[in-house]
């Protein structure tokens, strides 16, 4: 079955950076675009930035452009997040999802706070 681990969440000051990483398994990594989402205390989740399968075409939340790259490496089956120039509004509980299927990983905390 499908199985996503996020991880390298934490605390960072504004204007820091972080880099989420999401170990895939349990389908073709390399055929299925992946997407990252967030959800804040008190808020519906959110897509965050979705790559398709070759990094061909990516897309971002108009709140993260500029600052948020999303990126993957077929051959670790791993999808990551760069995060820079981070703000307090992005804290949140991080996910990585492959939007063809249900599946959610556990996610990975973020907050951004001084």
Do not use: H
């Not at 299925?32 to 989402?37: G, I, P």
């Not at 990126?71 to 999802?97: G, I």
């Amino acid at each position: 079955q499908v199985q996503l681990v996020e991880s390298g969440g934490g605390l960072v000051q504004p204007g820091g950076s972080l880099r989420l990483s999401c170990a895939a398994s349990g389908f073709i990594f390399r055929r299925y675009a992946m997407s990252w989402y967030r959800q804040a205390p008190g808020k519906e989740r959110e897509l965050v930035a979705t790559i398709t399968s070759a990094g061909s075409t990516i897309n971002y939340a108009d709140s993260v452009k500029g600052r948020f790259t999303i990126s993957r490496d077929n051959a670790k089956n791993t999808v990551y997040l760069q995060m820079n120039s981070l703000k307090p509004e992005d804290t949140a509980v991080y996910y990585c999802k492959v939007p063809a299927y249900r599946d959610w990983g556990q996610g990975t905390q973020v907050t951004v706070s001084s």
